[in-house]
């Protein structure tokens, strides 16, 4: 009697599934090269195919059933085939712990493990060591770019596995601000701990029960942001449920507050601009975002070289007055 798996295709129906021989010592690839024998695709070009065991794609098609442990259990097949028309290419930027940047050309379709691939190829780091983040996202090998909504000039950031007593990077004391603000600076390590990986502008630095050690960062670039009305996902564990914030970092940037205040009726606070020039590392500006204090804040950030609008005609200023009330005008929108 010959032995038979169950073969899902997830390009197909919800029904559509096909029954392929198999001996427990066939590699993968045999396996699935059965398998496109016996399922036909309407022709296409076919540029990689995929099998997945409860969820979880078998990377190494050299590798036997035997060591996946599948003893007749059904498995998910997958197809990728060439598009019609030549896929647009994206430019991405990789950012390391150490301020390192590379370059890399992908495609909107191209999966998060086939990026991590690219990077092995350039840096010599191991694809599996890896661990990728993007607008505060953990980036899963089996996702495709679009999937994350990855543009042209996107940065991701690149961060390693380092051993568990691995401490936050050296900081420096600089200032206290006030009884509701202080202010530290912090020097890149290449001892910094998985998960602190900023990015130019806005961070948030969180407390999570996956690494209870040492916080970690939800980098959030440059604009607005109110952290209340935020969902902030771990750069480790990838979920949004064990997760606090706690303070909040600023890297190549101005930023200010604009806030309303829990006491004396309300009153309303906007703080000036401060300049995070790029040689002064990373700084981290702990004012309170737990609610204790303010009603509602608001962090704004923008570039070292972007000028205030003015208020009336909203282009940027460069020669101007400012009134009592604190507004900005061009001498002649005044």
């Given at each position: 009697?010959?032995?038979?798996?169950?073969?899902?295709?997830?390009?197909?129906?919800?029904?559509?599934?096909?029954?392929?021989?198999?001996?427990?010592?066939?590699?993968?690839?045999?396996?699935?090269?059965?398998?496109?024998?016996?399922?036909?695709?309407?022709?296409?070009?076919?540029?990689?195919?995929?099998?997945?065991?409860?969820?979880?794609?078998?990377?190494?098609?050299?590798?036997?059933?035997?060591?996946?442990?599948?003893?007749?259990?059904?498995?998910?097949?997958?197809?990728?085939?060439?598009?019609?028309?030549?896929?647009?290419?994206?430019?991405?930027?990789?950012?390391?712990?150490?301020?390192?940047?590379?370059?890399?050309?992908?495609?909107?379709?191209?999966?998060?493990?086939?990026?991590?691939?690219?990077?092995?190829?350039?840096?010599?780091?191991?694809?599996?060591?890896?661990?990728?983040?993007?607008?505060?996202?953990?980036?899963?090998?089996?996702?495709?770019?679009?999937?994350?909504?990855?543009?042209?000039?996107?940065?991701?950031?690149?961060?390693?596995?380092?051993?568990?007593?691995?401490?936050m990077p050296g900081i420096l004391f600089v200032d206290n601000l006030g009884t509701l603000v202080g202010d530290r600076k912090i020097k890149f390590s290449r001892n910094a701990s998985r998960g602190r990986v900023?990015?130019?502008?806005?961070?948030?630095?969180?407390?999570?029960?996956?690494?209870?050690?040492?916080?970690?960062?939800?980098?959030?670039?440059?604009?607005?942001?109110?952290?209340?009305?935020?969902?902030?996902?771990?750069?480790?564990?990838?979920?949004?449920?064990?997760?606090?914030?706690?303070?909040?970092?600023?890297?190549?940037?101005?930023?200010?507050?604009?806030?309303?205040?829990?006491?004396?009726?309300?009153?309303?606070?906007?703080?000036?601009?401060?300049?995070?020039?790029?040689?002064?590392?990373?700084?981290?500006?702990?004012?309170?975002?737990?609610?204790?204090?303010?009603?509602?804040?608001?962090?704004?950030?923008?570039?070292?070289?972007?000028?205030?609008?003015?208020?009336?005609?909203?282009?940027?200023?460069?020669?101007?007055?400012?009134?009592?009330?604190?507004?900005?005008?061009?001498?002649?929108?005044?």
């Amino acid at each position: 009697m010959i032995d038979l798996l169950e073969i899902i295709i997830a390009n197909s129906g919800p029904s559509n599934n096909i029954y392929v021989p198999y001996k427990i010592h066939d590699p993968i690839s045999l396996l699935l090269q059965r398998i496109q024998a016996t399922f036909h695709t309407s022709g296409s070009r076919i540029l990689r195919q995929d099998l997945f065991l409860n969820g979880r794609r078998l990377k190494d098609h050299s590798k036997t059933l035997a060591h996946y442990r599948i003893y007749g259990r059904t498995l998910t097949y997958r197809t990728v085939s060439a598009p019609t028309q030549r896929p647009k290419k994206l430019s991405i930027y990789i950012a390391d712990a150490t301020g390192k940047v590379i370059l890399l050309t992908c495609c909107a379709d191209t999966l998060v493990e086939e990026v991590k691939q690219l990077i092995e190829g350039k840096k010599g780091i191991s694809a599996e060591e890896q661990s990728l983040t993007y607008a505060g996202m953990h980036l899963e090998d089996s996702r495709a770019l679009s999937y994350y909504r990855v543009y042209d000039g996107s940065t991701f950031h690149l961060a390693l596995p380092l051993p568990s007593n691995v401490t936050m990077p050296g900081i420096l004391f600089v200032d206290n601000l006030g009884t509701l603000v202080g202010d530290r600076k912090i020097k890149f390590s290449r001892n910094a701990s998985r998960g602190r990986v900023p990015t130019i502008g806005a961070n948030v630095e969180c407390e999570c029960r996956c690494t209870p050690a040492t916080r970690v960062i939800c980098p959030k670039g440059i604009g607005t942001l109110e952290v209340a009305k935020t969902i902030l996902i771990c750069p480790n564990c990838g979920t949004p449920d064990n997760i606090i914030p706690v303070a909040i970092g600023f890297l190549k940037c101005k930023y200010r507050f604009h806030g309303i205040m829990l006491s004396d009726g309300g009153e309303q606070f906007t703080s000036d601009w401060k300049e995070v020039q790029g040689d002064d590392s990373y700084h981290l500006a702990e004012i309170d975002i737990s609610g204790k204090y303010w009603r509602r804040l608001v962090i704004e950030t923008a570039g070292l070289d972007q000028l205030d609008p003015c208020t009336v005609c909203l282009k940027p200023l460069v020669i101007y007055e400012t009134k009592v009330c604190g507004h900005r005008f061009h001498m002649g929108c005044a």
